[in-house]
């Protein structure tokens, strides 16, 4: 493997010294990019491209070539894990993921089973392998996977939901069952994030998208349980480079001191929290990774700037701040913010590493 | 005007002690109910049952005809302010709410006006003087609005968003015209709220829908800054009695120790905050409305009354907790359950006003 030229991402992680504040942006590789949509559009569907994996290598580089970022990430979606779990996974035009056999019962929970990585998900680790190897160690690679139960919202749902009301109903009226699908979504994610660091990652993401529309109590024995479970059963080594793990759970400004004692080196933060009262509370525990709110980059380069430096005076002098947006970058995005973006990071966050 | 014969929940809201905890329910006159639904399509669109006061009373009342609900809520939309202000409202079915008439540049600011709550808003006045007759002293009336700001996203973006681009991008862009919005917005709520009471409501409501989607910054400056200013120029008084108003931001349990300083009576929780941890973090100011995920209506009356149980424990003993959901109810909640839910409140409370 090729030595690794900028281990910003890595050292922020691990709150080592780093020059500069390192820098990436959830869905980096996407729509908002016109290469992207090209590359897209020549793959077919959207599960054809994260299927095919020289063209999701060609898509998780597009953005390193127009932007100085500090990390790739794979490109890939959540859904993977249980599309091969059997669950049928399709993309209906303007309608978001489906599932055509959600998990309703008892027996749609007891037909779940752990995908073999090198198996039914061999294109995912095709195409960690693929990308380590084209990048020939220009910035660190992110595998990732979705968190258990961000995943059985839409195994359960069958797809996108704004009222939960079956996996909920299953949460509340049936929790074994919800454990036992929890449990086995678990051990899948876990098998399926080491296969990614056998295959090249040298980070790893934990989404849990939808962590945040859980009651204090059940984020804690449905959500953070399962990840905290994951990580205790992750490779954390690689090269002989520690691999560090970040979690995310988007509206769980309020969970912070918990989710530092989950075993990961960081937390993804959303916009909801200043990322200064963020690290007051955690302490030294885990780095934090985040937190601009995308739609800044609907505003003007400059005032794109000034949120950077707000951001920057908030997490104040030190390592142990991996920059971000506090969720995805949106498809509608002018690409030269996007550059604006990082160039400020860059630029403005030298004076808090002297 | 009838002698108020329950007024538990006025009494909650001002921690003055009660016999039980008091329950109503967010959209409690709504989908759920087939005598709803019957009303509905005997009105037509659902501006036209906005609009009509008869049957805007008639739906107001159907839930107090199936539960001993303490409080009955104006049946009406937050967009009507909007609307009054000429941006031409209309509900596309599947789609949510659409304006025509978006507000994008600062001549659409310039064209927005404070309503005549008595001219283009007669209609709501008209509904509350129906229902506060018609409820005849059973239960008080709550009259309510939203937010300035949660308007301000619709009016933006013209509609619903899951992203608030165009909203965003205004008020990141160019604050001063976004602070124009929100000032005329907030001086039409302050009127469209005090005629409310003059036409009979007996508390008063705030929906911050989406405050939650805001920076920590930018929910003082942009959302709980307007609240602040309408809650400091409402009527308070009416018939002799108090009125209380109470807050409510969606996502905003991080926010709860600000929010209990804007001069509300009460605060509206959602269920990601634990109510005994939010009692503990606002000390005596303001009483609290809340909380159970309304997706507990979807298990089993046991369950329900074992989360009502859980809720009235968080709390503890004494006033100043009005029972709620921590949104509206939704449309696929059998009425069973709503039922079970009321009877478990009012029951299992008892022990905590001795």
Not at 3 to 16: G, H, V
Not at 109 to 135: C, H, Q, S
Not at 281 to 298: E, I, T
């Amino acid at each position: 493997m090729a030595e690794l030229k900028n281990d910003r991402f890595l050292r922020a992680l691990l709150k080592q010294p780093v020059d500069v504040t390192p820098v990436w942006m959830m869905r980096q590789a996407g729509r908002y990019l016109p290469e992207y949509r090209a590359t897209r559009t020549r793959a077919g569907s959207f599960m054809d491209l994260c299927k095919n994996p020289e063209l999701a290598c060609e898509v998780t580089i597009q953005p390193l070539e127009r932007f100085p970022l500090d990390a790739a990430i794979l490109f890939s979606d959540i859904l993977t894990v249980p599309d091969a779990m059997g669950l049928g996974l399709r993309f209906a035009e303007g309608e978001g993921p489906i599932f055509d056999r959600p998990v309703r019962s008892a027996a749609d929970v007891d037909r779940l089973f752990v995908p073999d990585p090198e198996g039914e998900l061999k294109y995912v680790m095709d195409a960690v392998r693929t990308i380590r190897r084209e990048l020939n160690g220009r910035v660190p690679l992110i595998g990732f996977s979705g968190s258990p139960w961000t995943l059985a919202t839409y195994m359960v749902e069958g797809g996108s939901s704004k009222e939960f009301a079956h996996v909920k109903g299953m949460l509340y009226d049936q929790p074994a069952l919800m454990h036992k699908l929890l449990d086995v979504t678990a051990q899948a994610v876990t098998q399926y994030l080491n296969a990614q660091v056998d295959a090249g990652a040298q980070a790893l993401m934990i989404f849990d998208t939808w962590g945040g529309a859980l009651t204090p109590r059940d984020y804690q024995e449905f959500s953070l349980r399962y990840m905290t479970k994951i990580v205790s059963g992750l490779k954390r080594e690689a090269d002989g480079r520690k691999v560090p793990v970040v979690l995310f759970t988007k509206g769980g400004g309020q969970w912070l001191e918990s989710m530092a004692e989950a075993g990961a080196d960081a937390l993804g933060l959303d916009w909801t929290v200043d990322i200064g009262a963020a690290r007051a509370r955690v302490g030294d525990k885990v780095a934090l990774q985040g937190n601009m709110d995308p739609c800044v980059l609907y505003a003007s380069p400059e005032r794109i700037r000034a949120e950077v430096a707000s951001i920057l005076a908030a997490y104040g002098q030190g390592s142990g701040h991996v920059f971000n947006l506090g969720h995805g970058i949106h498809q509608h995005v002018n690409p030269e913010h996007a550059a604006a973006f990082v160039e400020a990071v860059h630029e403005l966050s030298a004076s808090y590493h002297p």
